[in-house]
């Protein structure tokens, strides 16, 4: 079995990303082996309201018993809280918010406000590095990346509070970790989507000093190709164990904590 934490529908602004509707999604998970995949509305984090995405994200979800919705929260907005009551209502896994695409002060007084209610109410939150590598991002795409700082400063805030980063590489997975308390550090889920593997084998170091617990199996897809994640994990020299943990079993603990919880 094989979850994918971070995958999207939808249109990119920016290029394109082939059909906006799950369909090629779902075929992608099939020629990948994903059994499960975690699913963001991707043309919404660029609208003004984020969150106006979240019902055409569950619709698409509800096609197929294999997708989870990951819905949008923009903390600066009206009635923001109602999203998460619905997201416990719903049992999704997480919420999402991208707050240098909102105009958001990455550890602001909103993102302060919204993890402090994520947290009491158990529901991890998922952030996004950036969507494109630096070296091929548009020119119109003014949004800073989020920086390690304000992850340390974000898991700080509440000692309930976990969040999920996805697109992080290497250096900022080690800024995060190694100036982190234990405790902070044990709060944080890391996807691989942009983590090199072979020949550079930063997963293989990561995973050795970091811990097969922290990570979790991401794509990216549609902004990267399933296979690229796939063949990361086929060529890790790590335990069967520790495999399943990515794979699978990392993702599952964060979904059997919401469920009991809600």
Known sequence: MRTDINC?????????????????????????????????????VFWRDPGAGNTLLFEAVATDTRLCAVPAVHPGLPAWERILDDALERHVPCVRADPTFYGLAPAGPEMAALVASAADRSIPIMLTVRFEDGRQRHPNDKAPALEPWAVRALIRMHGGVRLIVTHADRAFIEQVHFGSTPSEASRILWDISCIWGPPEDHLDLLLETVGPDRFAFGTGMPLHIAESSVAKMDLLDVSAQARERIDQRNAAEVKRRRTSFG
């Open 8 to 44: 999207f529908f939808g249109a990119y602004p920016f290029r394109d990303v082939g059909p906006s509707d799950v369909t090629e999604l779902l075929e992608a998970m099939t020629r990948s082996a994903i059994t499960e995949a975690w699913v963001s509305h991707l043309s919404a």
